[in-house]
């Protein structure tokens, strides 16, 4: 069974610039997770879907993310415009409904 | 407040020798998971261990075991027989609510740690 897969595994942009992160989840996993873990700090909750919907976003940065979950599949993550601020690594993380979170390799985002 | 802490930044470990990661938490709900998870260099975060706040007993999975020591807030992850694959860092983590249910998680700062050969 494919794990949690995120794409692209490196992005390099520069400031201002738009960036699209994708997640795909474990097929069948309703919960899927966006966190962000900036240089030297803890890993930070972003957002959660319950399938298409949103049920938490209490973590987003500010209005330059914006998150959707196309059909309750996978999620893209898009910042615009890009700020130095906004580089880390963001992981993505699928469960089901009742179950322990698996997360994937992260997207490490690095804006110059 | 910081709701999960992890005090080592870095730990280093013999192979083959035990090791202790220490992390502590804080919360007032009664309902809560813990979890540690392992960052290899390779960036993934794999899932290595939970602990329900009604759990009985102390968790085990093969090498891991929690100490879960409930009245002084503290889920300590204990890595038995080491392994320079353990070399990585590791993450604690907490899931206020409702126990089952998939909530947001709340991770420290992590702990780095590495096994000399």
């Known amino acids: 069974e494919a794990g949690v897969t995120q794409f692209p595994s490196h992005s390099v942009i520069e400031k201002g610039q738009t960036v699209t992160l994708r997640c795909d989840p474990i097929s069948g996993h309703d919960n899927l997770y966006w966190y962000r873990r900036v240089m030297g700090k803890e890993i930070k909750f972003l957002l959660h879907f319950v399938k298409e919907s949103k049920q938490d976003e209490s973590g987003m940065p500010n209005n330059r993310f914006l998150a959707e979950r196309t059909g309750g599949t996978y999620s893209t993550l898009k910042v615009q415009p890009a700020e130095l601020e906004d580089s880390g690594v963001y992981f993505c993380?699928?469960?089901?409904?009742?179950?322990?979170?698996?997360f994937g390799q992260g997207t490490r985002l690095t804006v110059v | 407040a910081q709701k999960i802490t992890q005090t080592q930044p870095g730990m280093f470990v013999q192979e083959k020798e035990a090791v202790t990661l220490d992390c502590t938490y804080d919360t007032s709900d009664p309902s809560y998971g813990l979890f540690w998870y392992k960052q290899p260099s390779s960036g993934e975060m794999i899932f290595l261990i939970y602990q329900g706040s009604y759990d009985q007993q102390n968790a085990t999975e093969g090498r891991y075991s929690l100490n879960f020591q409930k009245a002084r807030k503290s889920a300590n992850l204990v890595i038995s027989a080491s392994q320079l694959g353990d070399s990585a860092m590791y993450f604690c983590?907490?899931?206020?609510?409702?126990?089952?249910?998939?909530?947001?998680?709340?991770f420290g700062k992590g702990t780095k740690l590495t096994v000399n050969p």
């Open positions: 983590a907490m899931r206020e609510g409702r126990q089952g249910g998939s909530e947001k998680l709340v």
């Open positions: 993380a699928s469960s089901p409904l009742r179950g322990e979170a698996f």
